[in-house]
């Protein structure tokens, strides 16, 4: 069973940028899919952004436009979200999750791990 540990979140100003970073732990990093979800207050947790196991096939979710930019090290256990141009709207708390399969796909219901996640706040 593989743990999933998130840093890096923190409070920025609109347009900075933040890395977050998902360390794991106990299982076989590389035979994960692996991405974020985000949930911000009194709104559903929602797909942000995913990567395959392979690194062949990589989304994000459409309201991103281009803003943020997934990957994974597998010889470091480490998958990142690297956020650029941040927006008010991006405040929340950002979970790292993985799956036993190829793909993590864009529904919570098919996550097999998460983090505890880790607060981003954007100020206007």
């Known amino acids: 069973q593989v743990q999933l540990l998130e840093s890096g979140g923190g409070s920025v100003q609109a347009g900075g940028s933040l890395r977050l970073s998902c360390a794991a732990s106990?299982?076989?990093?590389?035979?994960?899919?692996v991405g974020w979800f985000r949930q911000a207050p009194g709104k559903k947790r929602e797909f942000v952004a995913a990567i395959s196991r392979d690194d062949a096939r990589i989304y994000y979710a459409d309201f991103l436009r281009g803003r943020f930019t997934i990957s994974r090290a597998d010889a470091r256990d480490t998958a990142y979200l690297q956020m650029n141009n941040l927006k008010p709207e991006d405040t929340a708390v950002y979970y790292c999750?993985?799956?036993?399969?190829?793909?993590?796909?864009?529904?919570?219901?098919?996550?097999?791990?998460w983090g505890q996640g880790t607060q981003v706040t954007v100020s206007s």
């Open positions: 999750a993985a799956r036993r399969q190829s793909f993590l796909g864009t529904d919570v219901a098919g996550v097999d791990y």
């Open positions: 106990g299982g076989i990093f590389g035979s994960y899919a």
